[in-house]
T-cell receptor, first 116, second 111 residues
Framework: EAGVAQSPRYKIIEKRQSVAFWCNPI?????LYWYQQILGQGPKLLIQ????????DSQLPKDRFSAERLKGVDSTLKIQPAKLEDSAVYLC??????????????FGEGSRLTVL | RKEVEQDPGPFNVPEGATVAFNCTYS??????FFWYRQDCRKEPKLLMS???SGNEDGRFTAQLNRASQYISLLIRDSKLSDSATYLC????????????FGTGTQLKVEL
């Protein structure tokens, strides 16, 4: 079974530029998450989708971050304009339901962003 | 106060040692609890769930104390391959089934 796919794996940009990350979850997984993991910290939830609807985006900096999940499958996360503090690994995860029953999220390998 | 707090370590232990990690959570409405493992520069993966009665999976034992809002993970007979960061994860149902991760505790098992 194919896992969660993410691209690009690495991205280096200058501050104030824009960047977009793509995620393809495991087939059949209704719930999709974007997490931000800064070096030395645990993953922080940015946004959670159930199918193509947003369940939780309370920690998404909406002045610069946006995410969408059209057709309830693939998702993109965009940052515009980027700041130095956005340097992090952006992890996409998916689960069959909300993750509440088993707690098992399946993560992609992440997209490592460096903002100079 | 952070929602989920862990000692970041690192814990450096010799092979064969027993090591314990602790985690505290702030939301008393939290319903379910997990330990994830994250290898260096890799993605997190579920290690085990934590049940109220405590549970064991081979060399790993997880325990929950709801009254103290405290979770623990015990690793017996540690192996070199156990070297990783262990993330405490809490699901606060009142928060919309959102999984909140701790900062992780780094374990290094040495010869």
């Amino acid at each position: 079974e194919a896992g969660v796919a993410q691209s690009p794996r690495y991205k280096i940009i200058e501050k104030r530029q824009s960047v977009a990350f793509w995620c393809n979850p495991i087939s059949g997984h209704a719930t999709l998450y974007w997490y931000q993991q800064i070096l030395g910290q645990g993953p922080k939830l940015l946004i959670q989708f159930q199918n193509n609807g947003v369940v939780d985006d309370s920690q998404l900096p909406k002045d610069r971050f946006s995410a969408e999940r059209l057709k309830g499958v693939d998702s993109t996360l965009k940052i515009q304009p980027a700041k130095l503090e956005d340097s992090a690994v952006y992890l996409c995860a998916s689960s069959l339901r909300g993750g509440s029953n088993t707690g098992e999220l399946f993560f992609g390998e992440g997209s490592r962003l460096t903002v100079l | 106060r952070k929602e989920v707090e862990q000692d970041p370590g690192p814990f450096n232990v010799p092979e064969g040692a027993t090591v314990a990690f602790n985690c505290t959570y702030s939301n008393s409405a939290s319903q379910s609890f997990f330990w994830y493992r994250q290898d260096c520069r890799k993605e997190p993966k579920l290690l085990m769930s934590v049940y109220s009665s405590g549970n064991e999976d081979g060399r790993f034992t997880a325990q929950l104390n709801r009254a103290s809002q405290y979770i623990s993970l015990l690793i017996r007979d540690s192996k070199l391959s156990d070297s990783a960061t262990y993330l405490c994860v809490v699901n606060a149902r009142g928060g919309g089934n959102k999984l909140t991760f701790g900062t992780g505790t780094q374990l290094k098992v040495e010869l």
